[in-house]
């Protein structure tokens, strides 16, 4: 059997070791993130109907509020636990709520 090493953190399976990650680097310690990330974002919003926001939505959720549809792509840059790399994302939002009970 091995034993986890003190003040490490650990992402599973555990047997590989300790895990670098945006909390820990290589040293055990977490990263100043000094400049780093670089984030850009553009957002685009624009309204649609009720109608075809609802034939989109899962079970026991209803539209609140006017029926806009904002689109969010983020480009992330920079980031010092990725070894100054990045990534990007892409978002698709509307005003929901559920109505419901939680299983």
């Not at 792509?73 to 419901?100: D, H, K, M, Q």
């Amino acid at each position: 059997p091995y034993s986890f090493e003190p003040g490490q953190m650990y992402r599973m399976p555990t047997h590989f070791g300790p895990s670098l990650g945006p909390r820990q680097g290589v040293d055990g310690n977490r990263y100043a993130n000094t400049g780093s990330p670089k984030k850009t974002m553009y957002s685009v919003r624009f309204r649609t109907t009720a109608d075809a926001l609802d034939k989109l939505l899962p079970p026991r959720f209803e539209l609140v509020g006017e029926p806009v549809v904002t689109v969010t792509a983020s480009y992330i840059t920079n980031i010092e636990w990725l070894a100054g790399r990045g990534y990007n994302t892409l978002g698709v939002t509307c005003p929901v709520v559920f109505r419901g009970e939680r299983t």
